[in-house]
């Protein structure tokens, strides 16, 4: 195990968001004598009003993002925190006390606001000494008694395999309930792995995958990127040594190098920005480990301009779009890099503009551009924005004593979601655990404007529940960039999606749709609704018994029967429409691949017997006869207007459909002389109808009326087939 990541020598503030390569970092403040600090607590004396000693780099860090905070709760804190541990010591032979004092410090850096460190002070009390969650509330109030209670739960969770899912539920719906739990967890895990070197390897290794496997996708779920970012570089330095031995041999290369182009292009850069008078400052973020590590996988060579990336920083939402400008205007942008999480921020709050610009030797510096709040919100997600809790008391609901959480990122509330939804813990389980191996995002579109945040590659039916819950149920199909598609189309981030609802109350979902399902959300209320009607799990997409018997005869297409021609249809001389030909006395029929009706352009050919076989001028089998020297015979249409026209309609799945797509031909007079209904293909199914209509004039209506039935989008005439008349 490497003895840095394991207790590195100077971690400096936690908002930094990276393990200090060795020579890439900037000066930060050496790390805390905590052994001492444990062994002032237990000597040193405290007045009633002073603070104690122990806990100064607490309060300097604690007043730097919250100047006017009251800090008598911290030191009551504190107090009580000492004396209930006193006696108590780590495995390395520190002071049990310097544990509480480093989560709660790794917080105050972040921007935690009191309540939290307070919390985080008295996090192990109620667990490990003789302190009641009684007493916390009586001394310290409800909110903080109901998160030291959070993460005194938290701490009988087993996180490994053999966790049972119902145990991990609770867990995650106590978060849920306050974010300041996970955020005081989260801390409280980057200490212990901090100091992990006092374990034996085997323990290490267990407690680096349960932190690779949960906590840290729940850390980026939560925004809290500072935490993120040195719990990855702490655990691959003990689940993969010789890569993490290697990346370190990259960067100390790197930062042996005579050049800089991050420097130089930083240089650039502000010198463009104070020509162009845009306040900003700029700084160059060095690569975690981690981040090196997966460059060097993509890229191969690693370039001076590979290692870090540059940060731009401004006071307002507009300077960083005129940063962007300038930037686009003055030097080479790489287009393709540009991305904008300002107008759509991602699923954890996460809000900045992403570039890049090339350099004269072809190096690709990445650019980010923010204001200093989303820098703030970028390192520290949910820890950043404060009591979530703290709104006025006329907006909270006395009625049912909810607790409002006005600022919980939506993944967040989507759990909650989930987890009520879910018909059992391992239902929910599963899908959690899929969703957290998402490491990316995209964003589509609504018709409307809005958006829908999903993970990279998200189905339409995983759209449809996250636009409508359990009402995606009716869902029927979708149109994406304005063109038809299936449920099962994956998206791509930017698409535009317009999901089509049916009106029938009692539409169902598919069985099939689990198999292009991605999101929990859109899994567990499928596989809710699938349990709980088993006897309907697998509805048949169109049932012939649904047509009335009146109106349609089903018959299957003979395997000698050319495609095109209608199925059960003598191809015998038409009873439809009269057609004249310039040979008297020879007997007419239309032909069956094409099913010409007035007014089509049609041409006739003679046939064996002395019959003359009428086609659309544009049917394929003319083109083949022509070429074959058929001679063609003169054919018009007479003044009857009776037809037979073989009619296909498009349709997505749907209960009922057969008999409501019925129904309407009916009702607009048509007579269904045969029928054929296609398998279903990726929920949508193709009809073939030949129908005998009164009036050739009727047919433009019945197309529309057969298009305005629900599920149906698209009805065209047969399309001529090249088998011969």
Not at 288 to 309: E, I, N
Not at 444 to 456: K, Q, S
């Amino acid at each position: 195990m490497n003895a840095e990541a394991a207790n590195p020598a100077t971690p400096g503030p936690a908002t930094s968001g990276h393990v200090a390569p060795t020579g890439t970092r900037r000066k930060a403040r050496p790390r805390l004598d905590l052994r001492r600090l444990g062994r002032a607590a237990l000597l040193g004396p405290a007045s009633r009003d002073r603070l104690p000693d122990a806990i100064g780099h607490v309060v300097d860090a604690h007043r730097a993002h919250h100047p006017d905070a009251a800090l008598d709760p911290l030191r009551r804190a504190y107090l009580l925190a000492e004396s209930s541990h006193r006696g108590q010591m780590r495995k390395s032979g520190e002071p049990y006390i310097t544990h509480p004092l480093a989560v709660t410090l790794i917080l105050a850096e972040l921007g935690a606001e009191t309540t939290t460190l307070t919390a985080s002070l008295l996090h192990d009390t109620v667990e490990d000494t003789e302190v009641t969650l009684d007493q916390v509330r009586e001394q310290f109030g409800a909110e903080v008694s109901y998160i030291v209670d959070g993460v005194t739960k938290l701490e009988k969770v087993d996180y490994g395999a053999a966790a049972e899912p119902e145990t991990f539920r609770k867990m995650l719906v106590a978060t849920g309930n306050d974010v300041r739990v996970m955020s005081i967890k989260l801390a409280d895990r980057l200490h212990n792995m901090r100091t992990l070197g006092v374990m034996r390897p085997a323990k290490q290794e267990r407690i680096a995958k349960v932190t690779r496997d949960v906590l840290i996708p729940l850390a980026e779920r939560l925004g809290v990127q500072a935490l993120k970012t040195e719990l990855e570089d702490l655990v691959f330095a003990i689940l993969h040594p010789e890569e993490n031995e290697h990346t370190r041999e990259l960067i100390l290369r790197n930062a042996s190098r005579p050049d800089d182009p991050l420097a130089e292009v930083a240089d650039e850069v502000r010198t463009v920005l104070r020509e162009a008078d845009i306040p900003a400052e700029v700084r160059i973020r060095p690569r975690h480990f981690v981040s090196v590590h997966r460059v060097s996988r993509k890229r191969g060579r690693m370039r001076g301009a590979d290692f870090g990336r540059l940060l731009v920083l401004v006071n307002e939402d507009a300077d960083c779009y005129g940063v962007l400008g300038e930037l686009h205007t003055c030097l080479t942008p790489v287009v393709s890099e540009f991305k904008d999480f300002i107008a759509v921020p991602k699923f954890n709050l996460y809000q900045s503009l992403h570039t890049a610009v090339a350099r004269d030797d072809g190096q690709v510096v990445e650019v980010l551009i923010r204001t200093h709040q989303m820098h703030k919100v970028a390192e520290a997600g949910v820890v950043a924005l404060g009591n979530p809790y703290a709104v006025p008391a006329e907006e909270q609901s006395a009625s049912d004593g909810e607790r409002v959480d006005p600022t919980r990122p939506g993944w967040l509330s989507r759990l909650l979601e989930w987890q009520r939804g879910a018909p059992d813990p391992d239902t929910f389980w599963s899908t959690l655990r899929e969703d957290l191996a998402q490491d990316r995002e995209i964003t589509v579109f609504r018709p409307d404007g809005g958006t829908i945040g999903l993970p990279d590659g998200a189905t339409c039916v995983d759209a449809a529940y996250a636009q409508y819950g359990e009402d995606a149920h009716a869902c029927i199909g979708a149109r994406v960039n304005g063109r038809l598609a299936t449920l099962s189309t994956t998206l791509r981030d930017g698409d535009t999606v317009q999901l089509l609802m049916g009106q029938d109350p009692a539409s169902e979902p598919s069985r099939q749709w689990l198999d292009h399902a991605h999101t929990p959300a859109a899994r567990i209320a499928i596989q809710r609704w699938l349990t709980a009607h088993p006897e309907r799990s697998d509805p048949p997409a169109v049932r012939p018994e649904d047509a009335r018997p009146e109106e349609a005869r089903w018959a299957p297409r003979p395997a000698d029967e050319p495609a095109g021609q209608a199925p059960g249809a003598a191809p015998g001389p038409s009873t439809g429409a009269q057609v004249l030909a310039d040979r008297p006395g020879a007997t007419v029929r239309l032909a069956g691949c094409c099913t010409p009706v007035p007014p089509d352009g049609v041409t006739g050919f003679a046939v064996r017997g002395g019959a003359v076989t009428v086609h659309r001028v544009e049917c394929a089998a003319v083109t083949r006869m022509k070429n074959a020297g058929r001679a063609e015979v003169g054919v018009h249409w007479g003044e009857g207007a009776e037809c037979r026209v073989t009619l296909v309609a498009e349709s997505f799945v749907r209960p009922h459909l057969l008999a409501d797509l019925t129904e309407a031909m009916a009702l607009e007079g048509a007579e269904i002389v045969s029928a054929t209904v296609e398998p279903p293909t990726h929920q949508q199914v193709r009809h073939t109808y030949t129908v005998q209509l009164p009036d050739a004039a009727h047919l433009p209506a019945l197309m529309r009326a057969m298009r305005n039935v629900a599920g149906v989008y698209d009805v065209s005439r047969a399309k001529p087939q090249t088998q011969g008349a």
